[in-house]
């Protein structure tokens, strides 16, 4: 039954699956192989506002980290909210959202403040997918810091990320070209975004996150949902056996130089220190102003700035 509404309700995410579904999607998960310079291929469905995927971000920082020598990551839209339309599983309008991303944010422990939801809230997923992919155009890396950007405005800042302006400041932010980017988003990404959707149906996916890997020899592994870390880097194991683990430096002067922002969940994933010491380790340094921290009524998250 949890998965029957998920199905049928995108924004009614489910924790314990560790999925934000697709309205009317199939059930049916197909194997397609692409091509890959790397021995592992992962292919990332995703959408800007899936809490979900906000939950998975320890998890995908320490597999880049771990085994990026190994994989190839491409990332796809999914297209989770096209519009209100709509009336199922209990959420039928914006504000039905706003109490389930504060029970998601518990459950994933990654800081969601649901009330933009009631304060602002957005008629769609698909303005911020667009310009995600009109990123891309300019560059894969300045797009994932793209991404990042957007979706701490939308779970912690309580921004409304269809709105251009919030857009163009994330853009500016990571150093894109934001006078390209809104071209590109009015024009050509429109039909790179759909492509996304056509490639995600031909997949059978029906929710995020969903990751694909597959190798050149056409094996594959599909870890479907939020999962612990050892899911994906098995999925990436069963398929290249000689893949070897990097080892990395997991201080936090390191890891604020690699990532510009961490919640204390990511800092405890990627430095190996126990969840109720990261947070002291962090406040620690917000303290000493080295760490700027952002509180929000349901976490916080730490940054470094440049």
């Not at 199922?88 to 504060?102: F, R, T």
């Not at 912690?156 to 934001?178: C, F, M, P, R, Y």
């Not at 220190?273 to 620690?284: A, D, M, W």
Request: glycine share 6%; hydrophobic share 35%; proline share 5%.
């Amino acid at each position: 039954m949890a998965n029957e509404t998920v199905n049928s309700n995108p924004l009614l995410c489910d924790p314990v699956a560790g999925i934000c579904g697709l309205p009317d999607a199939t059930d049916t998960l197909k194997a397609v192989t692409t091509k890959t310079q790397k021995p592992v291929k992962v292919v990332y469905f995703t959408d800007p506002i899936c809490s979900s995927c906000w939950g998975i971000e320890p998890q995908l920082r320490k597999l880049k980290l771990e085994y990026g020598n190994s994989i190839e990551i491409e990332y796809r839209m999914g297209g989770l909210l096209p519009d209100w339309s709509y009336n199922s599983g209990g959420i039928s309008k914006p504000s039905d959202v706003a109490h389930h991303w504060d029970e998601v944010s518990v459950h994933y422990d990654m800081p969601i403040d649901g009330d933009v939801w009631l304060e602002s809230p957005l008629h769609s997923s698909y303005p911020p997918s667009i310009a995600f992919k009109a990123a891309q155009m300019q560059s894969n890396e300045k797009a994932i810091l793209f991404l990042r950007e957007i979706r701490e405005m939308v779970f912690l800042q309580k921004k409304n990320i269809t709105q251009w302006e919030h857009l163009a400041t994330a853009a500016k932010k990571v150093g894109l070209d934001v006078a390209q980017l809104k071209t590109d988003f009015e024009g050509k990404a429109n039909a790179l975004f759909e492509e996304d959707l056509r490639v995600a149906k031909a997949y059978g996916v029906r929710g995020f996150p969903t990751m694909f890997f597959s190798t050149n020899g056409g094996s594959q592994e599909t870890v479907y949902g939020t999962k612990p870390y050892i899911f994906y880097e098995t999925a990436v194991l069963r398929l290249h056996e000689a893949a070897t683990k990097s080892e990395y430096d997991k201080t936090w002067e390191t890891l604020f130089t690699k990532y510009q922002s961490l919640t204390a969940k990511e800092f405890s994933v990627l430095s190996n220190t126990p969840r109720n010491e990261s947070e002291k380790v962090l406040n620690e340094l917000s303290g000493q102003g080295i760490l700027t921290k952002i509180t929000t009524k349901n976490g916080a998250i730490w940054r470094k700035e440049p």
